[in-house]
Structures are given as structure tokens and as C-alpha cells.
């Protein structure tokens, strides 16, 4: 008992000393801390990349150990698990091989397509302009005056700014090539590693409460056993079923607009798609511009183009999604924005996206723990925390509160 104690006063001691060492290195430092752990996560980026795939493919993995286990025993586990595994990265891939198979030779067409016609779009916007200063005296003067202002800042702008920057683009180039030679060595990194983790992740759950019960004590270890399986159940069903709500919707999109013949359809149908990840925000994030690329072609067709999104947005909010999340996140429209906004300034699109179900597992812990404090006060009743008001001659008050 006493070396749990013991133990216990480490932990408290060794993050107290934690939380103040951040603080410190954050207000009187040069941010130290914060590169050492950029550097770390950089180093642990193939673990992290394993850790995710093996999280999202762990469903699919006991769906085929279900189907194994008739057929092979319980006295072959190994064998059924390692089976599982190779089945469910052969679909995986096989899935990304045809989803890249058909969309990238159309992105490339597309693209091809959309520089090939930069010129024309260039001039008639350009003569829509001139047209617009010629038909408004009062335009053009504006413009004049606005040029004349600015034209010693506008050249200052491109010397000091414009090619210096193209210098730097290029350099950017460069290094972006090899950034995806990084990115696909520690991807194959991360897939061994998921591959391990999930044959073995029955063992590292057990080492993990073995850790957490020599840790806390027993009341304490239930505690965190049902805050973390309603953490999986919040996050995971958030973030597979965020994914899978995306790539249907993707493919609704690429379908249609295939069959209304859009300009551009496997670019809109990507930006559609990947952008619908992002909730309340996503759809637009992912409209503007492919509205944009097909005013460029059709003025009417834009007009279509809007008027689906808008009808494929309220399919995906009042059937599909709800159909696939269900009650998932358990927040109200309010929080989820606040979550987006928050993590999108935090971590950027990936924030954006992750928001979400890391707010809504924290709003669960903590209406967990206030509900828990509020039982053992005795109060089962919301009513009590109403603003006071006179009814029949008398005061509301909470109980155990008297009026002075």
C-alpha cells in the first residue's frame, strides 16, 4: 500500500514538474521544449502513422477473426489472426490501387485540361473587366486613381516580395520532392508497424491495465476504464464513420456530375469529398472553388453544379450522416463550431477534423465527472438551477439554500 502511494506522489510530483517546465520554456524561453517535441514527433511519425492505420483497421481485423474462428478453432489463433491481418491489408490496398487507378489518370486529364484553358479564361475575364470600366466612367476613374497610388508600392511589392518568393518556390519544389520520398518511407515504416500492433494488440492492452491498475487504486482504475472505452466509442465512431460518410459522398459526387457531364469531375468530386471530412465547413470549403472552375467553363452549369451540392449536403446531413454517425459526438451545433474553430487554429485541417471527437470526449468526461459530483450531493433535479421566480406567492431556490 505504501509503495502505491509512494508511486502515486511520484507521478503527481513528476507532472506538476512537467506543467511547469512548459510554462517556463513557453513565457521566459525561446520555445526549446517545443522543438525537442516537434523533433520527437518527427522521429515517431512512422509509429504515430502505425498507430492510426492499426486503429482504423482494427474493426475489420475482428470482423474476419468472427468469420475464422468457425471455421479454423480457437486453438488456431495465430494462424487466424495472421490471416485477419493479410486479408484486411489486401482489401485496403486493393481499395486505394482502384480508387488511384481511376481517379488519378482523370485528375491528370483534368489538370491538363484546366492549364491548357488558363489562357482563355484569362481573356474573358480580362475583356469582362475592360467591358465593365468601359460601360462606368466612374469605375475606370477609381481605377486609375488606385493605380497611380499604388503603383510604386505594386512594383516595391515585386521586387522585395514576387521574385524573391518565386526563388523560394522553387526551393519549395525541391524539397516537397523529397518531403513525399520521406512520407513514403515512413508510410511503409507505419504499416509494419501497424501490422504488429495488430497482432499483438490484445498483449499491449493487457500490459496497458496491468500499468494503469499498479498505478491508481481500484474505484480509480474502473473510472478510467469507462472514460476510455467511451473515448474509442466517441472517437472511433466519429472518425470511421466521418471517413466512410466522405468517400460515399465522393463518389455520389464523381457519379452525378459524370452523368451531367460538369467540367473537371474527378477534381470537383476529390474536392467534394475530401473536404466534406471537416463538419459545417467542409461543403463549403469544397464548393466555392469547384463552383468557381465550372463558372470559368458554364455559367448555367455552375447554376446546376450549386443547386447539387446543395441538395447532395442535405442528403449527407439528414439521412447519410445521421444514418452512419448516429449519436456519435453527443454535442450541440454550437460546440462543434467552437471544436472546429479551435482545433483548425491548433493543427489545420488535420485540427479541424480531430476537433471534434477530442472535444466532445472531453464534454463527456467532464458531464461524467459533474454528474457523479452532483449524485453525491443528493441532486437528481436540472429544475433546482433555474432562475429564481415567484410562483404562488413563493421563491425557487435550490436545495439546502434559504432566503435571508
Known sequence: ??????????????????????????????????????????????????????????????????????????????????????????????????????????????????????????????????????????????????????????????????????????VAVTGGVLSVLVFAKDLLVGIVVSVYILARKETFGLHTRKLLYSLVSAPHYERALRATREADRIFSGFVRGKLLDSLIIGILCFIVCSILKFPYTPIIAVFVGVTNIIPIFGPFLGAIPSAFLILLVSPRQCLYFIIFIIALQQFDGN???????????????????????????????????????VFACIHSAVSFLCESSLRKKGVTDDAIFEPRRVLTGTTTTPKGESHE
Open 1 to 170: 500500500m505504501k509503495q502505491k502511494t509512494y508511486l502515486r506522489w511520484g507521478v503527481t510530483i513528476t507532472a506538476a514538474a512537467c506543467a511547469i517546465l512548459v510554462f517556463y520554456d513557453t513565457f521566459f524561453q525561446d520555445g526549446v521544449l517545443f522543438i525537442f517535441i516537434e523533433k520527437l514527433f518527427g522521429i515517431l511519425k512512422p509509429v504515430l502513422y502505425g498507430l492510426a492505420m492499426a486503429y482504423l483497421l482494427t474493426p475489420i481485423v475482428d470482423f474476419f477473426d468472427r468469420l475464422l474462428r468457425d471455421r479454423l478453432g480457437a486453438k488456431r489463433a495465430g494462424l487466424m489472426r495472421c490471416l485477419s491481418i493479410l486479408v484486411t491489408w489486401l482489401l485496403a490496398l486493393g481499395l486505394v490501387y482502384l480508387l488511384f487507378s481511376i481517379l488519378i489518370p482523370e485528375l491528370v486529364a483534368s489538370v491538363s485540361l484546366l492549364f491548357s484553358n488558363l489562357e482563355s479564361y484569362y481573356r474573358t475575364i480580362y475583356t469582362w473587366v475592360t467591358q465593365l470600366v468601359e460601360d462606368n466612367p466612374y469605375i475606370s476613374e477609381r481605377v486609375l486613381t488606385l493605380v497611380r497610388d499604388y503603383y510604386n508600392e505594386l512594383v516595391d511589392w515585386v521586387k522585395n516580395t514576387v521574385i524573391p518568393g518565386a526563388q523560394v518556390a522553387i
Open 319 to 357: 439521412i447519410l450522416g445521421p444514418k452512419i454517425l448516429g449519436e456519435t459526438v453527443g454535442i450541440s451545433s454550437f460546440w462543434i463550431v467552437v471544436a472546429i474553430l479551435v482545433g483548425g487554429g491548433f493543427g489545420g485541417v488535420l485540427g479541424m477534423f480531430l476537433g471534434v471527437p
